[in-house]
């Protein structure tokens, strides 16, 4: 074999440490993440922590026991049917791992939780299309563009372009908040006076198709789903961006803000009914003892829950894992 030359051995050592060096910023940006996210449920972790403890405490696994689990389950805003199935699962468990002792409820739970939620880990892969076109709906101050704000900066990191579209024309603070944001991050707003957001999002995609730009992040108006006009209209900005790009959206994702608890259900249904969404934010999980919620969207129909937001912070959004959440809500 040919002897390496000094400078390809040069090279070789250059390239392994530039690679421990990526794992190890990786490395931290992950914990980074998992300490906020810990920080960011402690309202629903002190509130269901406690609770749990005193069930676990000690003592026998008996009818009682249950009984009380399937309160506190509820009073985390679990919803019915999930707290029904996870009871379910948690006897399952018991039985079939001989269980006697209440402390060994808690892995019980968690398991039985963690198993629950996992179809809704199905991180957003923004490939094949250029534009990729993401439309971001929710009711009125549920998070939307500061979310956009953040996932376009998450995206940045990914190496893609991003664009936005202003298509909150109700809200005039909305349009100026993207347009501030993205003056000071460099990315391009498309912005209409009083224009109709339907208008907006198409000018946005063709401007995105003429400068090359991977991403286009479309911001619409708030609306509750009883506003049906509301929710018409909404249905006519997916239309219209159709007839921008036949392939699109690619991504429809309502950001649901956790501090509404059981009604994030009935906000899920009524959009996906209107829309066909393919993923959900859910943002200010720090700000409630409601982040059980989880539970009772994954036992509704396991729409993907792309990312949770953990605090007003342009890092305080990320992709949803599982076994993380589970981890960060019962110790
Ligand atoms: N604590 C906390 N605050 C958040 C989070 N996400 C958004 N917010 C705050 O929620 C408030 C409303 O956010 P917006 O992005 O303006 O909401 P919106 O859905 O665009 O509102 P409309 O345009 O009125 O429909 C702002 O003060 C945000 O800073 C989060 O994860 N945690």
């Given at each position: 074999m040919e002897e390496k030359s000094f400078w390809q051995k040069t090279v070789e050592v250059l390239n392994t440490d530039v690679t421990v060096l990526a794992k190890d910023v990786a490395q931290a940006s992950k914990e980074v993440w998992q300490y906020k996210l810990k920080a960011g449920l402690a309202k629903t972790r002190d509130?269901?922590?406690?609770?749990?403890?005193?069930?676990f405490g000690g003592g026998q696994i008996d009818e009682d026991l249950y009984e009380e689990l399937e309160t506190v389950l509820l009073t985390a805003d679990m919803g019915v049917d999930a707290t029904v199935h996870l009871l379910k699962d948690v006897r399952q468990r018991v039985s079939l791992a001989?269980?006697?002792?209440?402390?060994?409820?808690?892995g019980a739970l968690k398991g039985a939780l963690t198993d629950l939620i996992a179809p809704l880990e199905k991180p957003l892969v923004v490939e094949g299309h250029k534009p990729f076109i993401?439309?971001?709906?929710?009711?009125?101050?549920?998070?939307k563009t500061t979310s956009i704000g953040k996932?376009?900066?998450?995206?940045?990191?990914?190496?893609?372009?991003?664009?936005l579209a202003a298509g909150d024309t109700f809200r005039a603070a909305a349009r100026e908040q993207l347009a501030a944001w993205g003056?000071?991050?460099?990315?391009?707003?498309i912005a209409q006076d009083g224009g109709d957001s339907a208008a907006v999002c198409f000018d946005a995609i063709n401007a995105a198709r003429a400068r090359g730009i991977d991403i286009v992040l479309a911001d619409t108006a708030?609306?509750?789903?009883?506003?049906?006009h509301l929710m018409d209209e909404i249905a006519k900005v997916k239309r219209v961006i159709a007839k921008a790009d036949p392939t699109g959206p690619h991504?429809?994702?309502?950001?649901?803000?956790?501090?509404?608890?059981?009604?994030?259900?009935?906000?899920?249904?009524?959009?996906?009914?209107?829309?066909g969404l393919t993923g959900l934010v859910l943002t200010k999980l720090d700000g409630t003892a409601k982040g059980g919620v989880i539970a009772g969207i994954a036992?509704?129909?396991?729409?993907?829950?792309?990312?949770?937001g953990v605090g007003e912070g342009i890092d305080d959004l990320r992709p949803f894992e599982a076994a993380d959440y589970v981890d960060a809500l019962i110790e």
């Amino acid at each position: 074999m040919e002897e390496k030359s000094f400078w390809q051995k040069t090279v070789e050592v250059l390239n392994t440490d530039v690679t421990v060096l990526a794992k190890d910023v990786a490395q931290a940006s992950k914990e980074v993440w998992q300490y906020k996210l810990k920080a960011g449920l402690a309202k629903t972790r002190d509130k269901l922590g406690k609770e749990l403890a005193a069930l676990f405490g000690g003592g026998q696994i008996d009818e009682d026991l249950y009984e009380e689990l399937e309160t506190v389950l509820l009073t985390a805003d679990m919803g019915v049917d999930a707290t029904v199935h996870l009871l379910k699962d948690v006897r399952q468990r018991v039985s079939l791992a001989g269980l006697k002792d209440a402390s060994e409820l808690r892995g019980a739970l968690k398991g039985a939780l963690t198993d629950l939620i996992a179809p809704l880990e199905k991180p957003l892969v923004v490939e094949g299309h250029k534009p990729f076109i993401i439309m971001v709906a929710g009711v009125n101050g549920a998070g939307k563009t500061t979310s956009i704000g953040k996932l376009a900066k998450y995206f940045q990191g990914q190496g893609k372009s991003v664009l936005l579209a202003a298509g909150d024309t109700f809200r005039a603070a909305a349009r100026e908040q993207l347009a501030a944001w993205g003056e000071r991050n460099n990315v391009t707003v498309i912005a209409q006076d009083g224009g109709d957001s339907a208008a907006v999002c198409f000018d946005a995609i063709n401007a995105a198709r003429a400068r090359g730009i991977d991403i286009v992040l479309a911001d619409t108006a708030g609306r509750l789903p009883t506003q049906l006009h509301l929710m018409d209209e909404i249905a006519k900005v997916k239309r219209v961006i159709a007839k921008a790009d036949p392939t699109g959206p690619h991504e429809i994702l309502l950001v649901l803000d956790a501090n509404t608890g059981q009604n994030a259900l009935q906000q899920v249904k009524a959009f996906d009914d209107a829309l066909g969404l393919t993923g959900l934010v859910l943002t200010k999980l720090d700000g409630t003892a409601k982040g059980g919620v989880i539970a009772g969207i994954a036992k509704q129909k396991a729409i993907p829950l792309r990312f949770i937001g953990v605090g007003e912070g342009i890092d305080d959004l990320r992709p949803f894992e599982a076994a993380d959440y589970v981890d960060a809500l019962i110790e």
